[in-house]
């Protein structure tokens, strides 16, 4: 008897159509996205955009309509000797150096999670050198900033960040310091 009891409590006067939504949402959204998101951008369609981190070039982003959902792209250049804003997002990050020879610094994150987050960040970066043809690895939530090394020569890395956790209601980002001239 106790399980009619416990399925009549459970019973609600209050009806919906949430899962029958959903299926009619997925086969609408599978057909905009087979139909309406481009899988090929020429160059010529990649914004630049002059963003308080520093000159970057779009390569993949959430509001240029790809067929990628899942990670942003942009490629970010360093006049000899400068250096992008210091930020952080939730996301991890990861880049590849196109061109030239520099370092990042990165303060690394601790946190505790109780009843709410506390976050704090090192007060000495870690510094990570990198040249033409690196990858560098950049953990969630910690802050960091690229520098050109050269004074006399350009840089350019090829920045690439999963939107996943946005979407997930972690849209954390930040701008700490922006970009010199920016």
Known sequence: ???????????????????????????????DYEHNFKKWIGADEMPMERSPNGLIKHLVHEKMNTAEMCVDIYMQFFDPGKASGKVRHLS?????????????????????????????????????DWKEGDFVYIPPYVTYQHFNADPDKPARIIMITSRIIKKMGFDWFEQVERAEGF
């Open 1 to 31: 008897m106790r399980n009619a009891e416990e399925k009549a409590s459970a019973i609600s006067d209050v009806f919906c159509d949430f899962f029958a939504e959903g299926i009619s949402e997925s086969q609408r959204s599978r057909a």
């Open 92 to 128: 991890e990050g990861i880049f590849f150096v196109v061109e030239g020879a520099g370092y990042d610094l990165h303060w690394d994150v601790e946190f505790d999670c109780k009843d709410k987050f506390y976050w704090s960040w090192a007060e000495k970066p870690k510094r990570f």
